[in-house]
């Protein structure tokens, strides 16, 4: 359980923060940026569910509680270590993927198939969903860097990918299932 009876520790006022293991290291590093953006992915998400009701109101609070679980996961560096720990880490699952794929199926089964790119608009609700997807991913190249240079829980990496998809598809769920889709027009303003 976590207790905040602090919200300020001056810790970090040099350009450092704490990883979940301890561990110090310097708040520009490319682990704290994928977290982070993690987290910002987080923040666009809970103002997307302002516009949000029924099961997709469900679906994205539990895509909430597992972007929690992602920053966990990429805030605790030494995946080989994890059994050194002495209490279960959090690491995300294929379990969690494949909800996102079979959420994404469904959506899917509803729209009529796209003959063009969508831009970015429609509904109030589906703009901040796209705002959701290219944030996600924003995340995903972080982690994608940060997995270059560090080991990195290979499912946290393809949540990411696959979440941009979700919001993707949510996004024309919210445009009245894709007829309210603001389609792109090549070459429109030339």
């Not at 987290?39 to 469900?58: F, I, M, V, W």
């Not at 901040?128 to 940060?146: P, S």
């Amino acid at each position: 359980m976590v207790v905040l009876n602090r919200i300020y520790t001056r810790t970090g006022d040099a350009g450092e923060t704490a990883l979940s293991n301890g561990t110090r290291v310097a708040k520009h590093s490319p682990r704290v940026a994928a977290y982070g953006t993690v987290d910002e992915t987080n923040a666009t998400l809970g103002l997307a569910r302002l516009h949000a009701s029924g099961e997709l109101d469900l679906q994205l609070a539990r895509i909430q509680n597992d972007l929690f679980d992602l920053g966990a996961d990429l805030a605790r560096p030494d995946m080989e270590r994890d059994s050194e720990a002495g209490y279960p880490i959090l690491r995300m699952s294929e379990t969690q993927v494949k909800r996102l794929e079979a959420e994404i199926d469904a959506m899917i089964a509803r729209l009529e198939p796209l003959r063009s790119f969508i831009l970015p608009g429609g509904s109030a609700f589906a703009a901040q969903l796209h705002l959701c997807r290219t944030v996600c991913r924003r995340a995903e190249r972080c982690a994608v860097e940060l997995a270059t240079m560090e080991s990195v829980n290979e499912a946290a990496v393809k949540y990411l990918n696959r979440l941009s998809d979700w919001f993707f598809v949510a996004a024309r769920i919210a445009n009245d299932e894709g007829r309210a889709d603001v389609l792109w027009v090549p070459g429109a303003n030339r």
